[in-house]
């Protein structure tokens, strides 16, 4: 008889072990089904975002930070260095082994929740006439049948690869490949000037690899505030990277030399961009093979996503999709909270989301973060506004730790007051956005962040002056 489950989460990754935690904290019978193996061949968990996406790219972000420090930075303090070597084997050890720290530890939390881990392939196979739906899970020893009254599909997303142009991982690669170079390429190509190409050119740019950009759209970031574009336009170029807008990707070959890259620019002109590797990063795509959504009458939507409502319910009772593999976001934050959302509503909670307040973040260097609107959007929404803006360059521990590029810049509406969006560009952007976040969801107002008292010195004093200056009354400045 198959063994029966109050919840079955189909996938791991930040989304689905999170959802399969918060399910048993609430007293469920829970299992989650993953299939992600590691390059030693060894079944692991975490999804791509601890495997080869958010947490080995960091650690590489950080080594290669700490390299261009010594390198670069160092002498305005006073220290001179000699002989800065580096160990791209060592670097890349260094950071699988957070990666099998982390992945260890969802284990350890599956141990401790009493979560059983269901390993293979796991597919929707059908429901039964007692209300259950069958789960099969294949891949690992024969295929085997498990049932649940609930099941979560977080089964995230995978590389979007462009026709023709095939990803080997070693010349040619995504996000995958580019998180495990044995050395550092003289000359490295990027397509995509999105979040992971910036975030891995930045990396192998600061440990000496020449960079070029290729970006079919014609503006830069065109996600961020306006403001935001600019400032990281001018900070990214001079840090060395050469990015190209507008671009048209033709014929991409291989040779004992490398890889060359033949394009068309903005104004028409050809070019062919030799290189010794090549990222391809033009976004990510649901994941939803083989997941035998037909078994029960689920399909998916004109862009490949799994139909849901707002609290990601999909028209079958009982049957929830979260993650990347629904709309909104391909954040893994987003995706935890849509997990910890749906394991409460199976409980009978009043859980919901509100998907204005998810903060967005480019780990670059500095970085970039923001929550809630620009201020192109609500312009187009002809919503009335204010504006308060405060840089780095005149905050006094921006200035002490030698990181003072980027701004705060707030947007409040201008009858209400009430905090509409934040946008930050700095070394410390990621946790810094935390209190606009928090402030959103407590729909502030930008006095309310003005009159906080915020410690001195400290980055999050630029927050407070950005605030003060929607009213036109920075104090240092």
């Not at 791509?48 to 010594?70: D, F, H, M, R, W």
């Not at 950009?213 to 001079?238: G, I, R």
């Not at 260097?365 to 929550?371: D, K, L, Q, R």
Request: aromatic share 6%.
């Amino acid at each position: 008889m198959a063994e029966r489950y109050d919840v079955i989460v189909i996938g791991a990754g930040p989304a689905g072990y999170i959802a399969a935690v918060r399910a048993a904290q609430l007293g469920f019978k829970v299992a989650c089904v993953e299939k992600w193996k590691n390059p030693k061949g060894e079944l692991a968990l975490g999804g791509t975002c601890l495997n080869v996406g958010c947490i080995p790219s960091k650690a590489l972000l950080a080594s290669s930070e700490q390299y261009e420090n010594a390198t670069s930075h160092l002498d305005a303090h006073g220290i001179s260095v000699e002989g800065v070597k580096v160990d791209v084997a060592k670097m890349i050890a260094r950071k699988d082994g957070i990666v099998t720290k982390m992945t260890k530890g969802i284990e350890f939390l599956f141990r401790k929740n009493k979560i059983t881990w269901l390993k293979g392939h796991g597919k929707l196979a059908g429901a039964t006439d007692g209300g259950f739906y069958r789960v099969e899970v294949s891949g690992e020893s024969e295929a085997d049948v498990n049932e649940a009254k609930n099941v979560i599909i977080a089964t995230g997303s995978k590389a979007r690869h462009l026709p023709d142009v095939e990803v080997d991982n070693v010349l040619v690669c995504d996000n995958e490949g580019a998180l495990a170079f044995d050395e550092v390429p003289k000359r490295l190509g990027v397509i995509g000037a999105g979040v992971i190409g910036l975030e891995l050119g930045s990396v192998w740019r600061r440990l000496g690899a020449q960079v070029t950009v290729l970006e079919a759209m014609p503006t830069f970031l065109a996600a961020c505030d306006e403001a935001v574009s600019k400032e990281c336009w001018k900070v990214f170029t001079k840090q060395g990277l050469k990015i190209e807008m507008g671009v048209k990707i033709g014929e991409v070959k291989r040779s004992k030399k490398g890889v060359s890259v033949a394009y068309t620019d903005a104004d028409g002109k050809t070019h062919e961009l030799g290189v010794d590797r090549l990222i391809v990063s033009v976004g990510r795509m649901p994941n939803t093979d083989g997941l035998g959504l037909d078994s029960v009458g689920l399909s998916l939507d004109a862009r490949g996503f799994i139909e849901v409502d707002g609290q990601c319910r999909t028209r079958l009772p009982g049957v929830y999709a979260i993650g990347d593999v629904v709309r909104g976001p391909m954040l893994a934050h987003k995706g935890e909270d849509e997990g910890v959302m749906v394991a409460e509503l199976i409980a009978g909670q009043k859980a919901h989301i509100d998907y204005n307040c998810i903060p967005w973040v480019i780990y670059t260097s500095p970085e970039i973060a923001w929550v809630g609107k620009t201020e192109q959007q609500l312009k187009a929404e002809g919503r009335k506004y204010k504006s308060g803006q405060f840089p780095f360059a005149v905050n006094g521990r921006a200035l002490g730790t030698g990181e003072s590029d980027g701004f705060v810049k707030v947007l409040a509406d201008s009858d209400t007051d009430e905090i509409l969006g934040v946008h930050i560009v700095s070394s410390a952007a990621s946790d810094l956005i935390a209190e606009a976040v928090v402030a959103m969801e407590f729909k502030a107002s930008s006095e309310d962040i003005g009159r906080i008292c915020h410690a001195h010195p400290s980055l999050s004093e630029a927050m407070r002056e950005a605030a003060l200056a929607v009213e036109k009354r920075a104090l240092n400045m």
